[in-house]
């Protein structure tokens, strides 16, 4: 399992570091492939739970949102929200064989807002001053977190954090990703001249509220039965699976910088 692991990280890496490097309409378009796939593995658990929720409206909402990200001078949000709402709410009604008409269209949008608005999030982090730092240092220290929380987790992981929703995941293996997203926080802000200080506490908030993602999607497999998002990256689950603690990541990191940083 640890080989697959090496090996798709191996081939996922350089992509993600290319696209990151490039920026604009490259790393656009990468962020609409992976969301398109993440978003195709929430819709089948989805439905693997017994409902009929919509990849269509779902995709929709997901690409128009990042697109608001990546263009808002375009003033797409409040038009692409009002269109999806209402015209996934019109199928629905057609619909004549669901059984679960309401939950089916309300975890389309559940769904389509939830990874759309936190997704959007790696164009707005992007598109900051100095935004291929901000990007590379917010991907590393989640990448280095996981890593540390695995390794540590499966070393000597004892004591349960959260079995309801992960079995697997401990509390020795949190304090490892803690500890591995502390250091690797401090030593990339040093290094990419973002601020000791600041990557300190983003060593600690990414770390801390990362695994809440996580255990969002964890959530969504449990109670469909199933153990990963997908299969398409071998020794890592889904793509779903790979995103959950970067989604949260993106999201500190923007409003930090925003509100902290650049104050």
């Not at 929720?53 to 697109?67: D, E, G, K, N, Q």
């Not at 390794?151 to 697997?168: D, E, Q, Y």
């Not at 030593?187 to 060593?203: F, K, N, P, Q, S």
């Amino acid at each position: 399992m640890l080989s697959y692991r090496i090996l798709s990280a191996a081939i996922l890496i350089p992509l993600v570091a290319l696209s990151v490097y490039l920026g604009g309409v490259w790393f656009l378009t990468f962020i609409l492939v992976v969301l398109g796939i993440a978003t195709w593995e929430y819709v089948s658990l989805v439905r693997k739970g017994g409902c009929r929720s919509s990849y269509t409206f779902a995709l929709a909402l997901v690409w128009l949102i990042i697109l608001d990200a990546y263009r808002p001078e375009w003033g797409l949000l409040r038009p692409a929200i009002a269109l999806v709402l209402a015209s996934s709410l019109i199928w629905q009604l057609f619909q004549k064989d669901s059984r679960t008409p309401t939950e089916d269209w309300g975890l389309s949008i559940a769904g389509g807002l939830y990874l759309g608005w936190f997704s959007g999030h790696f164009i707005s982090v992007r598109a900051l001053d100095n935004g291929l730092a901000w990007m590379t240092f917010s991907l590393l220290v989640i990448w280095i977190t996981d890593s540390g929380a695995y390794f540590v987790g499966t070393a000597w992981g004892r004591h349960k954090m959260w079995p309801r929703w992960s079995p697997k995941k401990s509390w020795e293996g949190f304090l490892g990703g803690l500890v591995a997203g502390v250091a690797s926080a401090v030593l990339l802000a040093w290094l990419l001249g973002l601020g000791i200080g600041h990557g300190l506490v983003l060593g600690v908030l990414i770390p801390t509220l990362t695994p809440f993602g996580d255990l969002a999607i964890s959530m969504i497999k449990r109670q469909v039965g199933a153990k990963d998002s997908g299969h398409i990256i071998p020794g890592h689950g889904g793509f779903l699976d790979r995103i959950d603690s970067l989604l949260f990541a993106a999201v500190i990191v923007y409003y930090y910088v925003i509100w902290i940083v650049n104050v």
